[in-house]
């Protein structure tokens, strides 16, 4: 079964320009709903004034987002909350509370729910539409990922 969208577009490989892909959050509270859209290297979530995104009943700084070399979008999450994976998750290497974001991954900070969102074509998930089957299924190997160096390309 092929996955196509109603334009016709094949998912195929899940690299892009560095950046691409209108990285974002979606955020709720209640009936409060906003995307915050992720435009710099760095975003600092919380009560602070100064940061990025401003969330009231949270930590000054309850969490961090960093757009890594490998154009990677990783959560670290000071205050209390949860998140989608092992806090341990062993892509980040860090140590701390962190992840790699992928679409439809989210965390809580106070309150607030935040998922994250990056179009299928940046977000360097599972290529080709993702597998078919369980997770024993064949999967075709993906392109090695493009060299993001200087990121040239940065939106």
Not at 128 to 142: H, I
Request: charged share 25%; with cysteine; aromatic share 8%.
């Amino acid at each position: 079964m092929k996955m196509t969208d109603p334009q016709g577009y094949q998912p195929t490989t899940t690299h892009a320009t560095w950046g691409a892909g209108d990285p974002h959050l979606r955020i709720t509270r209640g009936d409060d709903r906003f995307v915050f859209h992720i435009t710099t290297d760095v975003v600092h979530i919380g009560a602070a004034t100064g940061n990025e995104l401003l969330l009231t009943e949270t930590d000054p700084i309850h969490a961090t987002i960093v757009h890594d070399d490998g154009d990677e979008y990783v959560l670290t999450l000071h205050g209390e909350g949860e998140m989608s994976s092992d806090h341990h998750d062993a892509e980040t290497e860090s140590g701390e509370r962190s992840e790699v974001l992928r679409t439809g991954s989210c965390f809580t900070a106070g309150p607030w729910l935040l998922v994250f969102g990056r179009d299928e074509f940046a977000d360097h998930g599972r290529p080709f539409g993702g597998r078919q089957g369980g997770e024993g299924a064949s999967q075709r190997p993906q392109a090695v990922r493009p060299d993001y160096g200087h990121h040239e390309n940065s939106p």
